[in-house]
């Protein structure tokens, strides 16, 4: 059994060429920084959004050592946390398994 975080995100308009551009830019570099990219899953938006997103995805986290997990937690939050105020726009949704994340002054934070 494993744990994930699922985020997603939605606005009125999708999201414009320059805006998409900019923000897979910022994800594949988020991405690479993940210190443990090579033995965990990195951020996976999914090509097809759900209907009434523009912004859907999940990244399961890796449970072998709880250090790890919570260094993994803290990174994708933080990450989030960036790609949220790139589109600031957009109203997003952060769950760690079934409890949800909160946007405190500019940053996800678990409850």
């Known amino acids: 059994m494993g744990v994930s975080i699922y985020y997603s995100a939605t606005r009125n308009s999708i999201l414009t060429t320059t805006e998409k551009d900019s923000f897979n ?12 990219k090579d033995e965990a899953e990195i951020l996976n938006f999914y090509e097809e ?4 997103f523009i912004l ?6 890796p449970l072998e ?37 909160s946007w405190v002054n500019d940053r996800w934070v678990m409850q």
Do not use: R
């Open 65 to 101: 050592d709880e250090a790890i997990l919570m260094e993994s937690i803290e990174y994708w939050l933080e990450a989030l946390s960036q790609l949220t105020l790139s589109l600031p726009s957009a109203d997003w949704v952060v769950y760690i398994e079934d409890s949800p994340a």
């Open 49 to 52: 959004p759900s209907h009434g």
């Open 56 to 61: 859907e995805g999940s990244t399961k986290l």
């Open 25 to 36: 830019d910022l994800v594949n570099t988020l991405n690479q920084s993940f210190p443990y």
